[in-house]
């Protein structure tokens, strides 16, 4: 097993930090060795890094990543395989008034 740090930089302004600790959890739970921290960042931010790399950026992409997909990319890194983009996305939400 290799160390593996993850950090999330998520919009408080925009109310992402639910979504932030759901994402916590997830990682804990499949990944128990990562350590994962967080920081508020820019307007609209959801940004993941792993170890450093930026793996994922919503505001590249306008939508939160597949959960799921981050845990498999975190798992691969603590065993020792190269980090690769997350590019598998939850689907977004579209409402019309």
Known sequence: ?????????????CNYKPQFIDMVNLIEKNVPTAKVSGTEGKEGSFEIKI????????LQ???????????????????????????KQQPIECTIS
Do not use: H, Q, R
């Open 61 to 87: 992409t306008l939508a939160f990543p597949d959960y799921e997909a981050v845990c498999e990319t975190i798992k691969d890194v603590s065993n020792g395989e190269p980090i690769k983009k997350v590019t």
């Open 1 to 13: 097993m290799y160390d593996v740090k993850v950090n999330i930089e998520y919009c408080e302004t």
């Open 51 to 58: 170890n450093d790399e930026l793996v994922y950026s919503k």
